[in-house]
């Protein structure tokens, strides 16, 4: 429904980018690490599960208080680290003027649970411990007080606050791989319109938990044994948790150029929609009506955060399949699935190709990847999601 | 009627449906009779034990049943019948075929305590952790608990039902949820984007845990008897909120669009605004500064005066801190005017609704301006003498009522605030 853009929409500029993740923080080691083809996969700490485990980070460098540390789980430390990397390479950084009217969307899931206290009660419950109140009792015992706020969802963006002083407005959005979908179409479509003219997006994700293997273990999502790369698992299908932060900074044209800016690519279109998937293809359908929305040619460079997980994965390569033209990465195999934080990550990616001048190498053995010369300056970043919303966008070149 | 834009040139949004579900009932009528009696929908917990609390008591919505129960199972309930009854008085699109997208204001979804034990007591051992947890999960043993607990689950169900357009966004600001959802189909509206968009919020999480959290954080009422009493705005007595269940639906459609299908106008969204609070989690900066920057930035929005406002549907939690802190905020933003705007908190009679709080407040807030007639603040026995303001204490009172001002503050530094109006200003 975004796609009609008013006469006079303003260009968005991406001109912050903050990425921390299982392959090491920051942009050159990225680009770095992409270009090596570097995997870094942990399959023996939660085995069979495979993970992709958070890069050793400073965070002292982002968070400088142990105190703000201490308040946050790994997903908000995560998040409030890359989203500083994003607010130092957009140059605003402590810029009090501009953060004070910045406006954040932030993706998020959250929970983190106190696994020892959960294991305590199930096991206390397992040897018939259950008069009526142990649970309560237990939980007023046993849970630390500011837990809490380390799993409220809108508690990242309130970190960001904090540490970073983010404090125009502020908003949570929730629901897995849709979420930061819709926070990116949100943003862009406030700032086209006027509504906003800087605004800090972006997600984090912690895959190392235990508790979250459980829920995608519900659905049966998760990848186990051997690590494969995403388009090569119709064997054993699923995908690997990943670890990632991913913050972008989104920013009028006008704007950025009245502050001497330097964009790393701008921000044409974000589109999305919600398939029911009660028919076969029907996630094929949905991405097929989506793309007249981008108006790109027949050939071009697309990212996409395909997950590897089943149907979705193989519904999606129908869909590719329709668009020979297009040189396909996926995220998916190098950072695992982020949930949240991989459409961010998709647009990241995509902007730091186009600035670099350059689409980093497949990693694929089955050949949907394929070699693409030449600096890109149109990529469309993909994604859909394990069990339901798609989405996607147009990163662009300045010219 | 004025022309269909707003003094700031965008198009004016009406509210066209609105639906309501809380403690005191399901439906406006129930609940506008209620409330302007002075009924509390307080009472003690009976859907779990209460051994070993310290707060006993809640705003739960007990009427209404889901099998097998869990609280998104209820939060999900609760927000379709806020929206059945918002949609039927919209009357708007066919059946199942809304025309304009969903923003929905709900807590966090996570695994819950019945599930969670459930599959512990799969294990089939005594002393396990989640390693031993895992390998039971799979398999298709558990595959709706997938689904339950995905944060996505409500809109796509809602979405589904009410056949909304686009990809339904669900959202957290806390307290503030429930406005911020309102706030985001307004934006949606003014940028041309859609002519209607459907507006929830909605919460059903009174469940241990969650008042184990909010008792550790020391924010709820122990006043737990009698449990009618325990939610005190304003007085000097009170000492916590009290954590209740309940949903606000919203049909916001463009003037424009409203009067073109001849829809009955309810209500105008006439502003709205947030400011975000970086001091800390749970606490507001002491100087009031995001508060009161939040306040002027929704006037502004609208383009009224403070002296144009003339009812304060408050935030009112309450707590010792909130109702100090709105109370010197908006002493600042309206000066001497103040003494002279009515102000009451719903939530002295349905609890913190939470996540739907700034959604039930709103459709309150539009039923007051409807009947010129404010809500009371139950429970004003003992006021607190360094809040002054003109507290509508536990009586309803007639009132020329024609901008209401509805605040929503939340931990994270979440502060919101809507102003609606029953004309385009």
């Known amino acids: 429904m975004t796609e009609q853009k008013s006469a006079g929409a303003k260009e968005v500029w991406i001109t912050g980018i903050g990425i921390v993740s299982s392959l090491g923080e920051g942009l050159d080691a990225h680009w770095d690490a992409l270009n090596a083809k570097k995997i870094n996969v942990d399959d023996k700490r939660f085995a069979p599960y495979i993970v992709h485990p958070l890069a050793p980070v400073t965070f002292d460098a982002q968070i400088p208080k142990k105190g703000d540390q201490r308040q946050m789980e790994a997903w908000q430390r995560i998040g409030t680290y890359a989203a500083g990397l994003a607010l130092d390479s957009a140059g605003v950084k402590g810029n009090k003027e501009i953060l004070g009217r910045m406006d954040m969307i932030v993706a998020a899931g959250g929970g983190e649970r106190d696994i020892a206290v959960d294991a305590a009660i199930l096991s206390a419950d397992a040897k018939g411990n259950s008069s009526p109140g142990f649970l309560n009792e237990r939980l007023m015992n046993d849970l630390r007080p500011t837990l809490f706020l380390a799993q409220l969802s809108n508690l990242l963006a309130g970190n960001i606050a904090i540490v970073h002083g983010v404090c125009g407005t502020s908003r949570t959005f929730m629901g897995e791989e849709a979420a930061s979908i819709d926070a990116a179409r949100i943003a862009l479509a406030r700032i086209e319109a006027g509504q906003s003219d800087i605004a800090l997006v972006g997600a984090a994700h912690n895959g190392e938990r235990s508790d979250l293997l459980v829920l995608y273990e519900f659905g049966d999502f998760n990848l186990t044994e051997k690590f494969s790369p995403v388009w090569q698992r119709d064997d054993r299908s699923g995908f690997a948790l990943g670890s990632a932060g991913c913050f972008l900074v989104l920013e009028a044209r006008e704007h950025a150029e009245a502050r001497g800016a330097k964009p790393y690519a701008k921000l044409t279109k974000v589109v999305a929609d919600l398939a029911q998937r009660k028919q076969p293809g029907a996630v094929t359908k949905s991405l097929e009506a989506l793309w007249p929305k981008l108006g790109v040619g027949d050939s071009g460079t697309l990212i996409t955060g395909a997950t590897g997980a089943e149907p979705v994965t193989s519904e999606e390569k129908v869909f590719l399949r329709q668009h020979p033209g297009f040189a396909i990465r996926a995220t998916g195999t190098m950072f695992g699935h982020t949930l949240e934080t991989q459409f961010p990550l998709g647009l990241a990616l995509a902007a730091l190709s186009i600035s670099r001048g350059a689409l980093f190498p497949p990693n694929d053995p089955t050949g949907l990847e394929v070699e693409k010369a030449g600096s890109p300056d149109q990529i469309v970043v993909v994604g859909a999601g394990h069990w339901q919303g798609e989405g996607m966008a147009l990163v662009e070149a300045i010219k | ?425």
């Open chain 2, 1 to 425: 009627m004025s022309a269909p834009r707003d003094k700031l040139g965008r198009p004016i949004v009406v509210v066209t449906g609105m639906g309501v579900v809380t403690s005191l009932g399901a439906g406006k009528k129930d609940n506008w009779a209620r409330l302007t009696a002075g009924e509390s929908g307080i009472r003690t917990v009976t859907r779990f034990p209460i051994d070993g609390l310290k707060t006993t008591m809640a705003g739960t919505v007990d009427f209404v049943t889901v099998e097998p129960f869990s609280s998104t199972g209820l939060t999900e309930r609760l927000a379709e019948m806020a929206t059945a009854e918002a949609l039927e008085q919209a009357a708007i699109g066919t059946k199942a075929d809304f025309p304009g997208p969903l923003f929905l204001a709900v807590a966090p979804v996570e695994v819950e305590w019945p599930q969670r034990l459930e599959l512990g007591r799969a294990v089939g051992k005594t002393e396990f952790g989640y390693e031993h947890m895992l390998r039971v999960s799979g398999g298709g043993r558990f595959t709706e608990y997938h689904h339950r607990f995905m944060f996505g689950s409500i809109a796509s169900h809602l979405a589904e039902n009410f056949g909304t357009k686009g990809s339904p966004i669900s959202l957290s600001t806390a307290c503030a949820s429930g406005a911020t959802a309102i706030q985001l189909g307004v934006e949606a509206i003014r940028r041309g984007e859609a002519d209607a968009a459907l507006c929830v919020g909605t919460d059903g999480s009174v469940n241990p845990e969650a008042l184990v959290r909010f008792s550790l954080l020391s924010a709820l009422s122990t006043q737990n008897e009698p449990p009618q009493a325990a939610s005190k705005p304003f007085s000097k007595n009170r000492d916590g909120f009290v954590m209740a269940e309940g949903a606000g639906a919203m049909v916001l459609e463009s003037y424009e669009s409203a009067i073109a299908r001849g829809a009955k106008i309810l209500g105008v969204v006439a502003g709205c605004g947030e400011l975000t609070d970086s001091f800390h989690r749970t606490r507001s900066s002491p100087d009031g500064k995001p508060i009161i920057g939040c306040m002027r930035k929704t006037l502004a929005d609208a383009g009224l005066e403070p002296e144009q406002i003339d009812h304060i549907n408050a935030h009112g939690t309450a707590t010792p801190e909130n109702d100090k802190m709105e109370y010197n905020t908006t002493a600042v933003v309206f000066g001497e005017h103040l003494p002279k705007i009515p102000v009451s908190s719903n939530k002295s009679m349905v609890g913190h609704t939470i996540s739907a709080a700034g959604a039930v407040e709103a459709v309150f807030s539009l039923l007051t301006l409807e009947h010129q007639r404010i809500p009371p603040t139950i429970n004003y026995e003992i006021p607190d003498p360094t809040i002054l303001f003109d507290v509508v204490g536990n009586r309803a009172r007639d009132a020329k009522v024609t901008a209401v001002m509805s605040n929503s503050f939340g931990f994270g530094g979440q502060n919101a605030s809507l102003i609606l109006t029953r004309e385009p200003v």
